[in-house]
DNA sequence: GCTTGTGTAACTATTATAGTTACATTACGA
DNA sequence: TCGTAATGTAACTATAATAGTTACACAAGC
């Protein structure tokens, strides 16, 4: 079980917005970049749109970040796609027999252990900024254009 | 999107082979505290087994742990039912235009973080053995029945 | 050898994703 | 103001994973 997609394309199209803030970034454009299709595009940008991580409106052409690039997390961006649901990475069964005590025990037993483990994979997610993300692509860009 | 409930329902099936050590702990009764079909049950069984931490074996009843529970962590249970391949937590685009720069760029930029959000994710997991579950089970029980 | 339980294949239903077509709606320029 | 171009979104498809279920082969032990 892997996590969507969503979350690497919106990384993507972020990151794209910002190293090409000077070009106008209409969906088929970032399609063309992502390899799908514009109507991919167009449902992710609609959720960071709502997240407020980026400038859309129909009928005009292209889309631009709405914040600073270093004032973006990674944490936001997967917030905004939704990736995963809150205290929802790990599943559990429900309805266990309430007759067993473990049946009846165990929920509450794992729960503050999925919930610690999540929260620490997100932590990482914060630490990382888009900007982040964005250098590291212009400084990768920079060192083979010179070689 | 969720992580399998293998997870949990093995977290369960273990420890209740650690409570009822004492009985026989055949795939149905086991299916019957978790409130899933016996098949169900088996399979995970048979995970566990293949990863060393249960004894099972055809035409003979009942599983037992093949560990102490202060030797088995969470990151035990968790690869071997295989919730996710190795770092393959986040899924990210395959295929993106090599024509543009961050289209060429994007896959090896973005890996290091999901690599690091993964394994603090999985770190959290190895902190805590199946022991802490089954003595936080066995507390509640007490506390529950006293009062 | 009969009974019981495990191992596993095969099938179904459910759910999420990603891709695609189609079309309504909006903005802007000629 | 009309026409073009882009966004927003519904609807449909294909694909894949999960969980549940039935069925049956195989192993062990009385």
Chains 1, 2 share one sequence.
């Not at 979350?7 to 803030?21: G, M, P, Q, Y």
């Not at 407020?52 to 917030?79: C, F, M």
């Not at 007759?99 to 009846?104: A, E, F, I, S």
């Not at 252990?113 to 914060?126: D, I, P």
């Amino acid at each position: 079980m892997t996590i969507s997609s969503r979350f690497a394309v919106a990384i993507h199209v972020l990151s794209l917005l910002e190293l090409n803030k000077e070009g106008v970034n209409t969906s088929e454009y970032i399609a063309d970049s992502v390899n799908t299709n514009p109507v991919v595009i167009r449902r992710i940008l609609g959720m960071l749109n709502k997240a407020g991580l980026v400038q859309v409106r129909p009928g005009v052409a292209g889309s631009k970040l709405n914040r600073l690039v270093t004032e973006i997390t990674l944490l936001d961006i997967y917030r905004a796609v939704q990736v995963v649901e809150e205290d929802a990475l790990f599943s559990v069964h429900d309805k266990p027999n309430p007759h067993c005590p473990v049946g009846r025990n165990i929920q509450a037993s794992i729960e503050p252990v999925f919930s610690a483990a999540q929260t620490a994979m997100e932590h990482t997610l914060e630490l990382v900024k888009l900007s982040d993300i964005v250098d590291n692509i212009r400084t990768t860009e920079a060192s083979c254009g010179s070689s």
